[in-house]
């Protein structure tokens, strides 16, 4: 059975530069990536994992792709519940457009053929986790 990749976009009035940090930097990464610090020297064929509070791996990967600060694409495993370890990573891309008014932000979680059980985990993840990083990178605008 082929799934469907799942596709999520979100506007964020703000440049791609603030939008990049928030996806690549720790401190941003707890305020809305269910509380998990990304950790990578973000370059190619690098490692990439986002730690729990309590140092362990919510989920890890490699960097596939980079090209700061419009598109991050990194393979992807399931490690928060033991049911998703197991299967065959996928891939996720971040592409950060720049419009008039802002970016638009689209995450793209594709190749979950051999992963049905990421697939329906992340399929409600993901809207959840844009839009917090919406919130966070557009609070932290208007605040100063």
């Not at 490699?62 to 600060?69: C, G, L, Q, S």
Request: hydrophobic share 40%.
């Amino acid at each position: 059975m082929s799934l469907p990749a799942l596709v999520f976009e979100v506007e964020i009035k703000s440049t791609p530069e603030k939008i990049w940090e928030a996806i690549t930097s720790p401190d941003w990464t707890q305020r809305y990536f269910f509380g998990t610090a990304v950790r990578s020297d973000f370059r190619r064929s690098s490692k990439v994992e986002w730690q729990n509070p309590d140092g362990s791996t919510a989920c890890d990967g490699e960097i596939v792709e980079i090209d700061a600060p419009r598109r991050l694409v990194t393979t992807w495993r399931s490690l928060w519940a033991p049911e998703l370890a197991p299967e065959v990573a996928s891939r996720v891309t971040w592409e950060i457009e720049e419009r008039a008014d802002g970016c638009v932000l689209r995450v793209t979680h594709d190749r979950l053929d051999h992963s049905p059980k990421t697939h329906d985990a992340v399929s409600t993840g993901w809207p959840a986790l844009i839009g917090g990083l919406r919130d966070c990178v557009q609070a932290a605008a208007s605040a100063r």
